[in-house]
């Protein structure tokens, strides 16, 4: 089981990123995709989620309006469009896999596998 993050960069405000999350090596169904993201010296903190049985999305204030998540199913893969970004958006950002129905889809006990972070820095 594996979870591929990749896409981060360096932008300026007001920039756009797009992460990518490819999942392989599941052999049952996730029921969720998450995005996290950790800032230096702050916990890891869950910011968009996306419901794989109906892509139902998830979205935290911060990011609300600014983000979007969608899926590929075809290519396994769940994405994060960045837009309007912010110095304060600067983190390393986690995907992980829920295989069971989150509770809280932000809650990061609730996911069971973890891919590696992509570092997303807005500079000024």
């Known amino acids: 089981v594996q979870l591929q993050a990749s896409g981060g960069g360096l932008v300026q405000p007001g920039g756009s990123l797009r992460l990518s999350c490819a999942a392989s090596?599941?052999?049952?169904?996730?029921?969720?995709i998450g995005w996290f993201r950790q800032a230096p010296g702050k916990e890891r903190e869950g910011i968009s989620a996306i419901r794989t049985s109906d892509g139902f999305a998830y979205y935290t204030d911060s990011v609300r309006g600014r983000f979007t998540i969608s899926r590929d199913n075809a290519k396994d893969t769940v994405y994060l469009q960045m837009d309007s970004l912010k110095p304060e958006d600067t983190a390393v950002y986690y995907c992980a896999a829920a295989g069971t129905p989150p509770v809280n889809y932000y809650y990061t006990k609730e996911y069971d596998y973890w891919g590696q972070g992509t570092q997303v820095t807005g500079s000024s």
């Open positions: 090596g599941f052999t049952l169904d996730y029921h969720a």
